[in-house]
């Protein structure tokens, strides 16, 4: 099975190719649908430019040559040069019957298969999650599932803040307040408040800050019972993550660290080796690089400091250090950062400096997925009446308390109710995110993201127990329905037209690193079977050979909504 779009394109650079010759084969062939037909190429138009010709003739040119008598049973050209394709119902079909006998439902695997670090989620220890983790958490596991789908092997990264000067203040703190409160309050999520109960303490007793200094000196010296305290806090803060994570479904776990600290006995040798390359040379007392084409406001040269002029390492020494080790120790042929948009800057001379060192070459690549804003209705970031932001764990709380009652009157039962609120609440939150192009802002509104009709989560999930439904009623196994598909109704047609792209979606989602595509795939999946659920009768269907049709129709539209919403990490409720 293909997409047609994909048969199409092809069969058309076979005409260039035959018709205008092979210097033309590679014009941009791009497929696109039609309100005149099923499909539509405009490549005749800036042919025509090239050609000097009218573009009315070379798409007439192309119409008359290109093979299609096994996929369409008609082809004109219309307006100023569109070439318009009708595809036959036999082939729709056909196509539909092999991706419903194909167990990977017609999405590629990877040739070749490459590694990719994904670098997301990345809280600090010294922090709690809010909102803006979100997004950076489960775009970034959504991305990893797809990768992992098409069969590429996939290093989650989560660049955990577990380093630096403020754990002296956060020990010393621990240690004020005794190890079990303060282990207490970590797991549960205070953290917040206990490094601004830490933070005022070091910012008005002397005492305290002259002994926070002391402990960052033992911490980073190595000194046993220093590293104990900071490892208590390091695990409990873990404890806490984690509890989202599992609440989200998002696939870190404590294997998937790369923390900081991890890269602390790296920093040197970096530094030795950039400075020995001529790199990273001593600038007002630091060690600096100067990515070239980066200057300020003044025009100066921007730096990247390597080495303060105290001795200490920043955060640029820790990602130079982290990709130095993804590319030459992991052997990673793409990195991917999902970092929000504020840190671009950041990012381009990352790059930069990692190409003058010679570490990233043509033979990997490196991106910064953007990460745009979410924000309230006021446009700003969300944060609470007391100006804070607002904890992830609270966001997931409301999520599922709105849904309970959204769903209130259906379940009789509070445990069911609960159970199916916690799915359609989770899965509202991350949908609501992961439809939205990633390096675009958006407004949170839980009214929206809950909503039973739209492009929602919940309106996806209600989709697939709209067609499990069909087959609990009849009391069959949608598992063991047959794939012969025959069209006999244009919603039955649209439906499986729509289900052929399903392995081009996540192709372009995972080229792009952008699941918004896999989501708006799915989103018009859910329409079309939506169409096809109130106007074509299914265990009324007209005859045995219609409901048989009907019912492998409606199983393969399940099995291709289940396997993408799984790709998102979306939860999907047996009932709603």
Not at 229 to 245: A, G, R
Not at 388 to 415: F, M, S, W
Request: include cysteine.
């Amino acid at each position: 099975m293909a997409d047609p779009r994909e048969v199409l394109a092809q069969r058309v650079r076979m005409a260039l190719a035959d018709t205008l010759g092979a210097e033309y084969a590679d014009a941009d062939a791009v497929i696109r649908p039609s309100a005149f037909a099923d499909y539509q190429a405009n490549v005749a138009l800036p042919l025509a430019k090239r050609l000097g010709r009218p573009p009315r003739d070379v798409a007439t040119q192309i119409a008359d040559h290109v093979h299609l008598d096994d996929v369409c049973d008609k082809i004109d050209v219309s307006g100023p040069g569109f070439i318009n394709f009708s595809l036959r119902d036999e082939w729709v079909a056909g196509q539909a019957a092999d991706q419903f006998a194909d167990p990977r439902l017609g999405v590629p695997e990877a040739d070749p298969a490459h590694k990719t670090v994904v670098d997301y989620s990345s809280p600090n220890v010294a922090k709690e999650m809010h909102v803006g983790h979100l997004r950076t958490t489960i775009v970034g596991d959504a991305v990893v599932r797809i990768l992992e789908h098409l069969g590429h092997a996939v290093v989650r990264a989560n660049h955990l803040g577990d380093w630096g000067t403020q754990f002296g203040m956060l020990i010393e703190h621990l240690l004020d307040v005794g190890e079990e409160s303060a282990r207490q309050q970590l797991s549960t999520g205070e953290i917040n408040a206990f490094y601004q109960a830490a933070r005022a303490k070091f910012d008005s007793d002397p005492g305290f800050a002259e002994r926070s200094r002391n402990r960052v000196v033992a911490l980073q010296g190595g000194d046993e019972e220093t590293l104990r305290l900071w490892q208590l806090v390091i695990d409990d803060s873990k404890q806490y993550y984690n509890t989202i994570y599992r609440r989200l479904g998002v696939t870190l776990t404590d294997a998937d660290l790369a923390p900081e600290s991890f890269y602390n006995p790296m920093l040197a040798s970096v530094c030795d080796e950039l400075r020995a390359a001529g790199i990273a040379v001593i600038s007002d007392g630091a060690l600096c690089v100067f990515p070239p084409g980066f200057t300020g406001r003044d025009g100066a040269p921007l730096p990247m400091i390597l080495r303060k002029r105290d001795g200490g390492y920043g955060y640029d020494t820790t990602d130079l250090a982290a990709i130095r080790y993804r590319i030459s120790d992991l052997k990673a042929a793409r990195l991917i950062y999902f970092v929000a948009a504020e840190q671009s800057l950041h990012f381009q001379m990352l790059f930069a400096a990692a190409r003058q060192a010679g570490w990233l070459t043509g033979e990997v690549s490196a991106e910064h997925a953007v990460i745009g804003l979410v924000s309230g209705a006021d446009r700003k970031r969300i944060r609470t009446r007391t100006g804070d932001q607002v904890k992830l764990i609270t966001l997931i709380d409301e999520a599922v308390e709105r849904a309970e009652r959204v769903i209130a009157d259906r379940y009789d039962d509070p445990g069911l109710r609960h159970e199916i609120a916690e799915a359609v609440g989770i899965g509202a939150l991350k949908y609501g995110d992961l439809s939205v192009a990633r390096d675009s802002g958006y407004v949170f509104d839980f009214d929206r993201m809950l909503a039973l009709t739209g492009n929602t989560g919940p309106y996806l999930q209600y989709a697939t127990t709209r067609a499990r439904g069909i087959f609990r009623k009849a009391g069959l196994d949608p598992d063991k329905a047959t794939g012969d598909i025959h069209i006999t109704h244009d919603a039955e047609r649209a439906l499986a037209l729509t289900l052929l792209g399903f392995g081009t979606a996540v192709c372009q989602a995972a080229d792009t690193a952008e699941p918004h595509v896999l989501a708006a795939f799915l989103f018009d999946v859910a329409s079309a079977f939506t169409t096809f659920y109130e106007v074509c009768p299914v265990l009324k269907a007209a005859g045995d050979t219609e409901r048989e049709s009907r019912l492998a129709l409606s199983a393969l539209t399940l099995r291709v909504l289940s396997t993408g919403l799984d790709l998102l990490g979306i939860p999907l409720p047996e009932r709603m």
